[in-house]
């Protein structure tokens, strides 16, 4: 249950952040920037792991962050061309 929580919430700073460096999304509410965030998370995710493999029973990548934040940039760009 935790960890559910600790998505939403770092979900939420990773969208904030988005928002903040992406033009255009600022008119997105709590529950869309939240979601941006965790799926730009997992993009960044995926985008991190394609350069370097995490170490074996490790629970934090060392890019995931700022990769996080690159995720939900390019989910927010992607968005932006699809609502146009």
């Given at each position: 249950m935790f960890h559910i929580i600790w998505s939403i919430i770092v979900?939420?700073?990773v969208g904030v952040i988005?928002?903040?460096i992406v033009p255009g999304a600022e008119h997105y509410g709590f529950i869309m920037t939240t979601v941006v965030g965790i799926v730009g998370s997992l993009i960044g995710?995926?985008?991190?792991?394609?350069f370097s493999k995490p170490e074996p029973g490790s629970k934090f990548h060392t890019a995931g962050?700022?990769?996080s934040i690159v995720g939900a940039c390019i989910l927010v760009y992607l968005l932006r061309f699809v609502s146009v």
């Open positions: 979900g939420f700073i988005a928002r903040w995710g995926f985008i991190a792991t394609l962050f700022l990769m």
